[in-house]
């Protein structure tokens, strides 16, 4: 058993964003200074930043405006100059 055990995805999800962002840093650090034990815990940590971080950018980006196009205008555009008519 490690001495830091993984929190868990209901201990991640009580967390406010700032405090996971400070944390996620912190054990990140520890883990690169070489605490074994410490980086399944900066892991499960920054998993769980990124994934906030990516809905809420998700979030922030404007509906596509795009009118979906029906198949069936295909057979009814006009032909271009020069092409002969059709019969």
């Given at each position: 058993m490690s001495r830091h055990p993984v929190p868990s995805p209901?201990?991640?999800?009580?967390?406010?964003?700032?405090?996971l962002e400070r944390?996620?840093?912190e054990w990140?650090?520890?883990?690169?200074?070489?605490t074994k034990q410490a980086y399944g815990v900066a892991h499960?940590?920054?998993?769980?930043?990124?994934q906030r971080a990516?809905?809420?950018?998700a979030q922030?980006?404007?509906?596509?405006?795009?009118?979906?196009r029906r198949w069936w205008k295909f057979w009814q555009s006009s032909?271009?100059?020069g092409s002969p008519p059709s019969p």
């Open positions: 209901e201990e991640l999800a009580g967390l406010d964003d700032e405090v944390l996620a840093i990140r650090a520890r883990a690169s200074r070489g499960a940590l920054e998993v769980e930043w990124r990516r809905v809420s950018r922030q980006l404007p509906q596509p405006v795009v009118a979906p032909p271009g100059p």
